[in-house]
Each structure stands twice: as structure tokens, then as C-alpha cells.
């Protein structure tokens, strides 16, 4: 029974889940003048449209800036067409003020995010741009989890000083006395000394002790973990943004040999960035196969533990990736996310990793693509 449990738990969040990814909840809250007696039905829904645009706007601004940069770009299309965007509205308050002429509402959406991305899409640079002309992209990203941690014991210096200082004074002191006499034949002879002594010592000791504790951070070693279906996850999502995308062990033939991918991965095997060496190699790499935008970056697995609400593994995706311009004589930064953090759920280790992973690499690659969207990338 724990066991169908947990699975039934697990299909449910699956469920809602992807519900939730295409439909989002939003609130929003307008206010509206009016010149008569009291509002009247034009003015009721001129506040209600409002009202649904301050949810959307609420709903990008939680998305974060990029996102929130492309709602002027659907901003007319959803007035334009609100039923298209937005699925359902209830309204939770609404207040006719007489005294200041004014009639203000409170409202709950749903908005559908599937048609929303697709009216942004739609609006970009690249998605405008003929096939042909296109801007072709390659992307590596790198799945890892910690494989071993190298710590060391701090190392302790001690030192002490000490010092004593001696004082010692002393003196002596004798006396005595002879005598003889002499009467007739014999001779008497007699002496009395006496003698004194004393001495004296002051020792002071003085202990200074000090010293000095060495630590060093500990070295960790990463192991790569297959991500063929990561791969299909960051192709879809750059390629509805309107992008030619390669993966990178695609383009590495076409490179001249300056760009591998192996030294890519042995770079983030042992650290949480690429050698000078190895980005330069990229950029000539990708310049010699005429792409001109790369996007590569991190997914690092942490470790597992229970979810206490559901009983279910959970495990955690700490997200880095950035997108280069390489046809620059300096190779721009055109778009970046992370660090940020994705959790994901199973009824095993395995399955709650895979779920970490697809999410993390469909916010990044999302977040991306809504970056260079707003630069105008074609």
C-alpha cells in the first residue's frame, strides 16, 4: 500500500504539474473613474479588463525581468483578444464609490501561459526572420553530480615564549678571638670564633604563547551524468524560439579540431568553470563552423532526501548557463541564469533526479531564449 500510494501521489504531481505549467493563477486589482450617478456596466468592464491586464503584468513580474520585459510586447494582443489568454476570471471584491466616483474591482484569472509564450514568440526578432536566415545556435550543457570531497584538517601553529629572571644576594659575617698565657712551665691557649650566614632569591617567570590555525576549503571531483534527454529538452525549446540549433557533439566535426567536447566536460569534472584554453578553443571552434551563438552551462545534482510532506525522494538541480556571441572580437555575454535552484520528485532516487534535471534545464533554457528575445537576437 506505501508503495501504490506513493505512486498515485507521484502521477497526481506529474499531473499537476504540467497543468500548471501551461495555466498559471493571477490576481489583479483596478480602479476606474466614472462622471454619473454610479458605475455603470461599460465602466464595470472597462475596470475588469484592467484588472485582468494587472494580473498578467503581476504574473510576468513573478516570472522575473526578462519575462516581465516581453508583457508591452503582448500587451495590445491581449486587449486585442482577452478570451485568448485568459481562460477564466472571478471576481473576489469590487466597490462602487458614489462619494469619489469611482468603482473599483478585485479579480482572480487563469491565464493561459501556452498562448501567452507563443503571442511573445511570435513578436521576436528571430521568429520574424525567414528560415534561411535564421541565426544557427549549439548548446553543451553539462549534468553533474559530486562524486568525491577532499577535506582537509586545519593545520595549527604554536609558539611559546617564556623568560625568568633570577635575583640572589648573600653575605657573611666571622669573628673570634685568641688568647695565651704563660706562667711558669706551662703554656695555656684558648680562642672563641663565631661565625653567621644568610642568603636570598627572587625567581620571576614570564610564558607568552600565540600561534596561528591554516585551513583549507575542501577540493570536490565531479562524475558526469548522461543527459541524451536533456538534450531534446534545450533543442525544442531554443527551435520554438525560432532558433537553427545544433547540438555541440554535432558541430565538433565541422570545428577545424580546435573544439572538442571532451575537454569541455573534463574541465567541469574537476571544477565549476571552463580553462581560459578550453573557452578559447570554443569561440575558434565555433567561429571556424560559422555559428555564432553558444550556449553552454551547468546542472549540478545535490544530494537526496525525503520530502516530508509526501514521503516521496526528493532531490535538487542547482542551474548555471550563459549564451555567448562569438562573432565579437570579444565574445559577448548576450544572456545568463543562475544560480538558481530546481527540486524535483519520485518514488525513487533515480526518477526524482530525472525530474529535477527536465525541470531545471526547461526554466533555463526558457529564461534564455526570453533573454535573447528581448535584445532582438534574429
Same mark, same amino acid.
Given at each position: 500500500?506505501?508503495?501504490?500510494?506513493?505512486?498515485?501521489?507521484?502521477?497526481?504531481?506529474?499531473?499537476?504539474?504540467?497543468?500548471?505549467?501551461?495555466?498559471?493563477?493571477?490576481?489583479?486589482?483596478?480602479?476606474?473613474?466614472?462622471?454619473?450617478?454610479?458605475?455603470?456596466?461599460?465602466?464595470?468592464?472597462?475596470?475588469?479588463?484592467?484588472?485582468?491586464?494587472?494580473?498578467?503584468?503581476?504574473?510576468?513580474?513573478?516570472?522575473?525581468?526578462?519575462?516581465?520585459?516581453?508583457?508591452?510586447?503582448?500587451?495590445?494582443?491581449?486587449?486585442?483578444?482577452?478570451?485568448?489568454?485568459?481562460?477564466?476570471?472571478?471576481?473576489?471584491?469590487?466597490?462602487?464609490?458614489?462619494?469619489?466616483?469611482?468603482?473599483?474591482?478585485?479579480?482572480?484569472?487563469?491565464?493561459?501561459?501556452?498562448?501567452?509564450?507563443?503571442?511573445?514568440?511570435?513578436?521576436?526578432?528571430?521568429?520574424?526572420?525567414?528560415?534561411?536566415?535564421?541565426?544557427?545556435?549549439?548548446?553543451?550543457?553539462?549534468? &553533474?553530480?559530486?562524486?568525491?570531497?577532499?577535506?582537509?584538517?586545519? &593545520?595549527?601553529?604554536?609558539?611559546?615564549?617564556?623568560?625568568?629572571?633570577?635575583?640572589?644576594?648573600?653575605?657573611?659575617?666571622?669573628?673570634?678571638?685568641?688568647?695565651?698565657?704563660?706562667?711558669?712551665?706551662?703554656?695555656?691557649?684558648?680562642?672563641?670564633?663565631?661565625?653567621?650566614?644568610?642568603?636570598?632569591?627572587? &625567581?620571576?617567570?614570564?610564558?607568552?604563547?600565540?600561534?596561528?590555525?591554516?585551513?583549507?576549503?575542501?577540493?570536490?571531483?565531479?562524475?558526469?551524468?548522461?543527459?541524451?534527454?536533456?538534450?531534446?529538452?534545450?533543442?525544442?525549446?531554443?527551435?520554438?524560439?525560432?532558433?537553427?540549433?545544433?547540438?555541440?557533439?554535432?558541430?565538433?566535426?565541422?570545428?577545424?579540431?580546435?573544439?572538442?567536447?571532451?575537454?569541455?566536460?573534463?574541465?567541469?569534472?574537476?571544477?565549476?568553470?571552463?580553462?581560459?584554453?578550453?573557452?578559447?578553443?570554443?569561440?575558434?571552434?565555433?567561429?571556424?563552423?560559422?555559428?555564432?551563438?553558444?550556449?553552454?552551462?551547468?546542472?549540478?545534482?545535490?544530494?537526496?532526501?525525503?520530502?516530508?510532506?509526501?514521503?516521496?525522494?526528493?532531490?535538487?538541480?542547482?542551474?548555471?548557463?550563459?549564451?555567448?556571441?562569438?562573432?565579437?572580437?570579444?565574445?559577448?555575454?548576450?544572456?545568463?541564469?543562475?544560480?538558481?535552484?530546481?527540486?524535483?520528485?519520485?518514488?525513487?532516487?533515480?526518477?526524482?533526479?530525472?525530474?529535477?534535471?527536465?525541470?531545471?534545464?526547461?526554466?533555463?533554457?526558457?529564461?534564455?531564449?526570453?533573454?535573447?528575445?528581448?535584445?532582438?537576437?534574429?
Amino acid at each position: 500500500m506505501p508503495v501504490i500510494r506513493k505512486l498515485f501521489l507521484l502521477l497526481l504531481m506529474a499531473i499537476a504539474s504540467v497543468a500548471m505549467a501551461q495555466v498559471q493563477q493571477g490576481r489583479g486589482k483596478a480602479t476606474v473613474s466614472y462622471s454619473g450617478k454610479s458605475a455603470t456596466p461599460d465602466i464595470k468592464a472597462k475596470a475588469n479588463l484592467a484588472a485582468q491586464l494587472k494580473a498578467v503584468e503581476f504574473y510576468y513580474a513573478e516570472a522575473g525581468e526578462s519575462e516581465a520585459a516581453n508583457f508591452d510586447a503582448v500587451r495590445d494582443k491581449i486587449i486585442a483578444d482577452p478570451d485568448r489568454y485568459i481562460l477564466e476570471t472571478t471576481v473576489l471584491a469590487e466597490e462602487d464609490s458614489a462619494d469619489k466616483k469611482q468603482y473599483t474591482v478585485t479579480v482572480r484569472v487563469s491565464l493561459n501561459v501556452a498562448n501567452l509564450r507563443n503571442a511573445v514568440k511570435a513578436n521576436s526578432a528571430v521568429a520574424k526572420t525567414g528560415r534561411a536566415d535564421k541565426s544557427p545556435l549549439t548548446f553543451l550543457f553539462i549534468s &553533474r553530480q559530486v562524486d568525491s570531497v577532499k577535506a582537509y584538517d586545519a &593545520r595549527v601553529f604554536k609558539r611559546v615564549d617564556e623568560s625568568v629572571k633570577v635575583n640572589a644576594s648573600g653575605s657573611t659575617s666571622k669573628t673570634g678571638v685568641e688568647g695565651e698565657s704563660v706562667s711558669r712551665s706551662q703554656v695555656k691557649t684558648n680562642s672563641a670564633t663565631t661565625a653567621q650566614e644568610s642568603a636570598g632569591v627572587n &625567581r620571576t617567570r614570564t610564558v607568552e604563547t600565540g600561534g596561528s590555525t591554516v585551513r583549507r576549503s575542501s577540493e570536490s571531483t565531479w562524475r558526469l551524468i548522461p543527459s541524451a534527454n536533456l538534450n531534446q529538452v534545450f533543442t525544442s525549446t531554443f527551435a520554438r524560439a525560432g532558433f537553427k540549433v545544433s547540438e555541440a557533439a554535432l558541430v565538433e566535426p565541422y570545428t577545424g579540431g580546435q573544439f572538442k567536447v571532451s575537454m569541455v566536460e573534463d574541465d567541469y569534472k574537476s571544477g565549476n568553470d571552463m580553462k581560459s584554453g578550453t573557452l578559447q578553443s570554443v569561440v575558434r571552434g565555433m567561429r571556424t563552423a560559422q555559428i555564432p551563438y553558444v550556449a553552454v552551462g551547468t546542472l549540478d545534482v545535490g544530494m537526496a532526501d525525503q520530502d516530508p510532506s509526501t514521503g516521496l525522494v526528493r532531490v535538487s538541480v542547482t542551474v548555471n548557463a550563459k549564451i555567448y556571441d562569438v562573432t565579437q572580437t570579444i565574445p559577448d555575454t548576450i544572456a545568463s541564469v543562475g544560480p538558481v535552484q530546481y527540486a524535483g520528485m519520485g518514488p525513487t532516487e533515480d526518477e526524482a533526479r530525472t525530474n529535477a534535471l527536465k525541470l531545471a534545464a526547461n526554466n533555463a533554457a526558457r529564461e534564455l531564449t526570453s533573454q535573447v528575445t528581448n535584445i532582438g537576437v534574429r
